[in-house]
C-alpha cells in the first residue's frame, strides 16, 4: 500500500485567477501525472496493493468549477477523482453548462461559468448564506461516474483562536472572517489570527470591547493609540469557549455534514479532509471517530506505515513549474530523498 495524494481546490478558465490551477496547466499536470503514476481512486491507495507507483486526485470544498471545467477533462482523460464536500456550501438545484457543452458546440467557452475567487467565494457565502461558486447536488451526483465523495466539515468557517490582535481593520485590509465574530464591519475591528473552527477552542471578543473599539477616535496613528488604550482599559477582551462545548460543537459538525452527504448522494463517506489544515490532538481523536481515513495538508506519500487518522496530501500547485517540481519530489527516489533530506525526514 503506497501512493501520492495530490490536491487541489479549482480549475479556473484562464489565468487570471492566482488562487489555484488554471484548466490548460491542469490538462497538462494530469497528462504529466499520468506518465509518471498509475492514477487510482483514493480508496484503492488503501485497498489495493501494487508495486507501480500509484496517485490519487483529490479536490476541497466543492467548488462549481470542478464540475464545469475539471469534470470534462478527467471524463475525458479516463482519471478517477475525489472530491471532499463542505455539505453546508452545496447548493440544492441546478446544473451548469459544462466542457462537454462547448466541445459539442452547444455553447461558446465565454458562456461557461465564469469563477470568482475563492476569497469572494468565502465572502460571499458568510454575507448571504449561499453562493453561486459552489455545487449543487445534482451537479455531484452526476459527476460520480468520476468523483468518489468525502466530507469536508459542514461550514468551512474560521474563527479567532487568540486574544492577540494582529491588526485593526482600516478600510483596506478586510478579511472576510471578521465578518464571523462581528455583526458589522467597521472601521477598527479588532483583526486576530484565526483557525478552522474544527481545529479546537473559539474565541469570543466581548460586545463592550467591541463597541469601544468601533466608537474610538480615529486620528493621527490611531491603531497604535486604540492598541494602548485596549490594553489599559481591559483585562481580557472576550472569553473563550470550554473544551466541552468546542468537542460536543466539532463531533456535531462532522457527524451532520456526513450524514447529508450520505443522504443527498447515497454513498457511505469514510473519508474527511481538514478545512484549512488545521487540527489539534482533540480534534483529531473526536474525527478519528467519525471517519475511517482523515487527510491533513502535510506533504507526504501514503504508506502501509502512515497513521489512517493524519494522512499527507500534496498540493498540485498553481503553475506548470510548480507541478514539474512536485511531480519530481513525489515520483522519482532521487526527488523523494532529496524532498526527505531537506525535510529533515519529517515528509512522512
Known amino acids: 500500500m503506497s501512493g501520492v495524494v495530490f490536491l487541489l481546490h479549482r480549475v479556473y478558465p484562464d489565468r487570471g485567477k492566482r488562487d489555484d490551477i488554471d484548466i490548460d496547466t491542469f490538462q497538462r499536470a494530469l497528462s504529466l501525472i499520468k506518465s509518471r503514476f498509475k492514477v487510482v481512486p483514493l480508496q484503492a491507495i488503501f485497498e489495493e496493493n501494487d508495486t507501480c507507483r500509484r496517485a490519487a486526485i483529490t479536490f476541497d470544498d466543492g467548488y462549481a468549477d470542478n464540475f464545469v471545467y475539471a469534470y470534462p477533462v478527467l471524463k475525458k482523460l479516463g482519471i478517477p477523482a475525489h472530491i471532499f464536500i463542505t455539505s453546508g456550501r452545496i447548493r440544492e ?55 468518489s465523495f468525502g466530507a469536508h466539515g459542514k461550514y468551512h468557517f474560521s474563527f479567532p483562536v487568540s486574544p492577540e490582535i494582529e491588526d485593526f481593520y482600516d478600510g483596506k485590509n478586510f478579511r472576510w472572517t471578521a465578518l464571523l465574530y462581528s455583526r458589522e464591519l467597521f472601521i477598527g475591528l479588532p483583526l486576530f489570527k484565526t483557525g ?32 494602548r488604550e485596549v490594553e489599559k482599559r481591559f483585562k481580557t477582551l472576550g472569553e473563550f469557549e470550554t473544551e466541552s462545548i468546542a468537542r460536543e460543537r466539532i463531533e456535531r459538525e462532522l457527524l451532520e455534514s456526513k450524514a447529508e452527504i450520505e443522504e443527498k448522494l447515497g454513498v457511505k463517506v469514510n473519508t474527511f479532509a481538514w478545512p484549512f489544515g488545521h487540527y489539534s490532538e482533540f480534534s483529531k481523536e473526536i474525527a478519528a471517530r467519525v ?4 487527510f491533513t495538508t502535510k506533504r507526504g506519500v501514503v504508506t502501509e506505515m502512515s497513521d489512517f487518522k493524519e494522512l499527507p496530501r500534496v498540493s498540485l500547485g498553481k503553475d506548470i513549474f510548480t507541478v514539474l517540481g512536485r511531480l519530481f519530489s513525489f515520483s522519482t527516489d532521487l526527488g523523494l530523498s532529496l524532498y526527505k533530506f531537506f525535510k529533515k525526514g519529517k515528509v512522512l
Not at 471517519?291 to 482523515?294: A, F, G, Q, S
Open 93 to 147: 438545484e441546478g446544473v451548469r453548462r459544462t466542457l462537454f457543452d462547448y466541445w459539442e458546440g452547444k455553447v461558446s467557452f465565454k458562456e461557461l461559468f465564469s469563477p470568482k475567487s475563492m476569497h469572494e467565494g468565502h465572502v460571499e457565502f458568510v454575507r448571504r448564506g449561499s453562493s453561486e461558486e459552489f455545487l449543487s447536488w445534482e451537479e455531484l451526483d452526476r459527476m460520480r461516474d468520476v468523483f
Open 196 to 227: 478552522s473552527e474544527l481545529s479546537g477552542r473559539k474565541f469570543y471578543p466581548s460586545e463592550e470591547f467591541l463597541t469601544f473599539c468601533k466608537d474610538f477616535k480615529k486620528e493621527g496613528n490611531w491603531k497604535e493609540s486604540l492598541k
Open 291 to 294: 471517519y475511517d481515513y482523515i
